[in-house]
């Protein structure tokens, strides 16, 4: 494994861990050259999951792109890299592991507004803003009502 710091091919495993429940090994490394460590995930190749987009194309399972949402979402919120991480890690587990070969991004993003209204209402309205693009804020006032109305019904 190359350094990214000072791209020597020397280094050590200092620590490996299972991640994505077991389906992944996270492996911290020390350079040997330089000292410095870093961090590597290892894991297991399986048939690429394809995205149908809205425009019909087709691209392969980015699950960076679910967390870059996620933060962008939950910036300056009480949402732990944990839980995002867990949110990324349920859907990718809930779409690569049904055996489907395609998944439609619009079900993607549907999912990422399921765990985000569990976890943080400002970081699910600030998705659902961009992901429904909202050409008005009576568009939003009516996201914020319906948010508003289900957690009414479930406090009763």
């Given at each position: 494994m190359?350094?990214?710091?000072?791209?020597?091919?020397?280094?050590k495993v200092v620590d490996s861990r299972s991640v994505r429940d077991g389906r992944g090994v996270r492996r911290r490394r020390e350079c040997l050259e330089c000292g410095r460590r870093f961090t590597t995930?290892?894991?297991?190749?399986?048939?690429?999951?394809?995205?149908?987009?809205?425009?019909?194309?087709?691209?392969?399972f980015d699950r960076?792109?679910?967390?870059?949402?996620?933060?962008?979402a939950c910036r300056k919120r009480p949402v732990s890299a944990e839980q995002m991480e867990a949110i990324a890690n349920s859907i990718e587990v809930e779409f690569s592991g049904n055996g489907a070969m395609e998944v439609l991004s619009s079900k993607i993003g549907e999912k990422i507004m399921e765990h985000l209204k569990d976890v943080?209402?400002?970081?699910?309205?600030?998705?659902?803003?961009?992901?429904?693009?909202?050409k008005d804020v009576g568009e939003f006032r009516i996201a914020l009502h319906k948010l508003l109305e289900a957690d009414e019904s479930n406090t009763k």
């Open positions: 190359r350094c990214p710091y000072c791209d020597s091919d020397s280094d995930y290892e894991f297991i190749e399986e048939s690429q999951l394809l995205v149908i987009k809205k425009d019909g194309r087709r691209e392969p960076s792109k679910i967390i870059k949402g996620i933060q962008i943080d209402q400002v970081a699910y309205v600030r998705f659902a803003s961009v992901y429904r693009q909202f």
